[in-house]
């Protein structure tokens, strides 16, 4: 093996960049030189890239977003942007291509290996965690320590004024940032996208709800955290919706985008460096379609399309304790 590629693609993530480092030291290590494609599946299609040198990953494992930028790539879903794409490796005599991002982009390597023959690998690169066969994405507990900051804040105000907030957090169809968010910072409610699939939340147990926690409590903060795409227009329609249906007074405060920045934790940088030196190892013995994930400390290698075909499911026991033990309205009869 000679050539290595490496890109980013999807929704970033904090880590990214410990894992494009991981690549880049691993690949190195074992003689291979190491092309960025940048701007995810984009650089393919037009042969955006650079070649990585030790240097160029140098003080970036502390750092958010991606050095190889990342995209959304529509025209890559073509046979047309599939076949392009295969060419453009081939031209550049790439052995394997690492890709970096989430279910979307592992979509995307499969389509890739219809056209090109090289090795394809990919690492669990998004904050939502929603990747079945490992047991955290890169970004994920960044995302969670970034949420709970937010709502640690919120809750300093909403206690002041012993108010009731609903913090949107993201996760587009996946409840793991809002459940870790919610259980961490003792979050009065959750919604999450896994206990609504088929219906919306009812408005009049949600109101019971905040009520009678005010009965037991007195005047009191209280917080709702609920994941994005929950309620149709947001936390901004479910507050005023509340509002008009029971006179209750909430303030929405949208997260968004703030939880993918910022300084990957510890934990994102070491899962990002173990599955980035796995990867080169695992393309160096000949490994193919498959994704490089980590579960109860041990690396696995999941096929692709086991990475979407099953959804990753919540915690049970976690959803338990928030839904059950900490819920202070089921608690109430306790001494
Ligand atoms: N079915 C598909 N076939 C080919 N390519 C795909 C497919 N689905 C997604 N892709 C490619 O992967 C890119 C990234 O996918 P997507 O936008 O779903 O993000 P993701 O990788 O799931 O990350 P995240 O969920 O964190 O945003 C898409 O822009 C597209 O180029
Ligand atoms: O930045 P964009 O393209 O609006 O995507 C937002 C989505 O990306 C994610 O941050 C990661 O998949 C989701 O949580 C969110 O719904």
């Given amino acids: 093996m000679k050539r290595i590629a490496v890109l980013t693609s999807g929704g970033d993530a904090p880590g990214m960049n410990a894992a494009i480092r991981a690549v880049v030291l691993a690949s190195h290590y074992f003689g291979v030189q190491v092309i960025g494609y940048r701007h995810g599946f984009n650089g393919l299609l037009e042969q955006e890239y650079q070649i990585l040198q030790s240097s160029d990953v140098n003080n970036i494992i502390q750092r958010g977003g991606t050095i190889l930028k990342s995209a959304r790539c529509q025209a890559f879903t073509t046979d047309e942007g599939g076949r392009q794409a295969a060419d453009n490796l081939t031209a550049l005599e790439i052995d394997a291509l690492i890709i970096i991002g989430g279910d979307g982009s592992f979509r995307g390597a499969v389509h890739l ?130 509002h008009q249906r029971t006179g209750i007074d909430c303030r929405p405060v949208i997260l968004g985008h703030v939880q993918r920045g910022g300084s990957p934790v510890s934990l994102d940088r070491i899962l990002a460096s173990k599955l980035g030196v796995y990867a080169v190892e695992a393309a160096r013995t000949g490994k193919t379609g498959i994704m490089i994930g980590e579960h109860n400390q041990q690396m696995v290698e999941v096929p692709f399309q086991d990475t979407w075909n099953q959804a990753k499911a919540l915690d049970p026991y976690l959803l338990h304790i928030q839904q059950e033990t900490f819920d202070l309205v089921k608690n109430s009869n306790n001494p």
């Fill in 113 to 242: 290996g219809r056209f090109w023959s090289g090795k394809i690998l990919g690492l669990p690169g998004t904050i939502d965690n929603d990747i079945n066969g490992t047991d955290a994405t890169i970004g994920y507990y960044t995302a969670i320590d970034t949420a709970l900051e937010s709502i640690d804040r919120v809750r300093d105000t909403a206690d002041a004024f012993e108010r009731i907030f609903l913090i949107e957090v993201m996760g587009r169809h996946a409840g793991f940032i809002g459940l870790s968010a919610a259980v961490c910072s003792g979050a009065e409610q959750v919604l999450l996208p896994e206990l609504f699939t088929d219906n919306l939340p009812d408005l009049d147990s949600l109101a019971g709800h905040i009520q009678t926690a005010q009965k037991i409590r007195g005047k009191c903060s209280y917080i709702m955290v609920v994941s994005e795409n929950i309620w149709p227009g947001g936390v901004m329609d479910l507050a005023d919706q509340l």
